[in-house]
């Protein structure tokens, strides 16, 4: 992933080019889903083997200023190994800012439901002349922070590099998916099976409907989907329909698991001596 790097670790990584490729080679991103909001999370997190993380922004409270020491410290301590990628809480100038500002690689736009929504999502990422995006200045300093290739400014780099991804949670995002996926600048797209199905009032046949329309459009205009993929089981059926970057550990989920597990072992083993003990003692 290293490969993805700009000039400096505190800019931006190319998320926008590691999606490509994952196209061009038939080949998938794996992520980890964040949901404690904590830098030293985000110090074990850098010492593993994910490719790319998500900050959960839309769920879990967090400040923009947290937000920003968490990518950071994800970027350093994985020494620019690892892709932050931030769902923000709206498509909001404000929240997509600060995220890339930080120097995510991409943001999830949440409840993605029309053209125009996205329109100002990918304005929100994107310095003139694509977009609307405002100069800060004080974010990167003059010298190496802003290094950039021949011909380019940090901020050229930056729009190249960050990536945008529509996340589609209703009836109304899918009634407007192809239209959405036909705007230039959308990097990929997310569903979101939960909210889509509690707005399509989980019927169980309209919500499946729904989500093998949205991978058809999908692949019809050659967009990877994005998804959380808990099940080991589900992971190749999903490659196979198009998902080419999945989260498939969060924080929460592991380490619910892990203490359970942990505990139970610790249980079976001194109920199992005693089961012994009673046993031999019954001889």
Same mark, same amino acid.
């Given at each position: 992933?290293?490969?993805? +790097? ?11 080019? *590691? %999606?490509?490729?994952? &196209? ?57 190994? $690892? &892709? ?8 909001a100038h404000d929240w997509v800012t600060w995220a890339l ?6 943001? %999830? ?12 999502? %990918? ?19 003059p010298g190496a922070q802003l290094a950039a290739p021949e ?6 780099v930056a729009s190249d590099h960050c990536a945008v991804i ?16 036909? &705007?230039?600048?959308?990097?990929? &797209?997310? %569903? ?36 959380? !993929?808990? *099940?080991?089981?589900?992971? !190749?059926?999903?490659?196979? *329909? ?7 550990? *969060? ?5 619910? +698991?892990?203490?359970?597990?942990? $505990? ?20």
């Open positions: 992933m290293d490969r993805y +790097n700009a000039l400096h670790i505190r800019q931006s990584p190319n998320l926008r080019q *590691a %999606i490509a490729d994952t &196209i061009e080679n038939d080949t998938a991103l794996f992520g980890y889903w964040a949901g404690l909001p904590s830098v030293d999370v985000c110090k074990v997190v850098a010492a593993t083997n994910v490719d790319w993380v998500v900050f959960d922004g839309e769920h879990t409270p967090m400040s923009p200023t947290l937000m920003a020491e968490m990518i950071q410290t994800l970027r350093m301590y994985s020494q620019g190994r $690892i &892709i932050p990628v931030v769902r923000v809480p709206s498509y500002d930080a120097g995510a690689g991409g943001i %999830i736009i949440p409840h993605s439901e029309t053209p125009a929504q996205v329109r100002a999502s %990918i304005a929100a990422a994107r310095f003139p002349p694509q977009g609307n995006r405002s100069f800060a200045p004080f974010v990167l300093f011909g380019k400014t940090w901020m050229d529509p996340q589609i949670e209703s009836g109304l995002g899918v009634e407007n998916l192809e239209e959405i996926l036909q &705007i230039e600048g959308v990097d990929a &797209i997310m %569903i979101g099976p939960t909210d889509l199905g509690n707005d399509l009032g989980n019927d169980p046949k309209r919500v499946a409907e729904a989500i093998e329309r949205i991978e058809s459009l999908a692949r019809q205009y050659s967009k990877p989907l994005v998804g959380f !993929v808990p *099940a080991e089981s589900d992971i !190749v059926d999903r490659f196979k *329909a198009g998902y080419r970057l999945m989260t498939t550990v *969060a924080d929460v989920v592991v380490l619910k +698991n892990g203490i359970e597990t942990g $505990i139970q072992k610790s249980r079976d083993l001194v109920e199992n001596y005693q089961k012994e003990e009673r046993q031999r003692l019954a001889k």
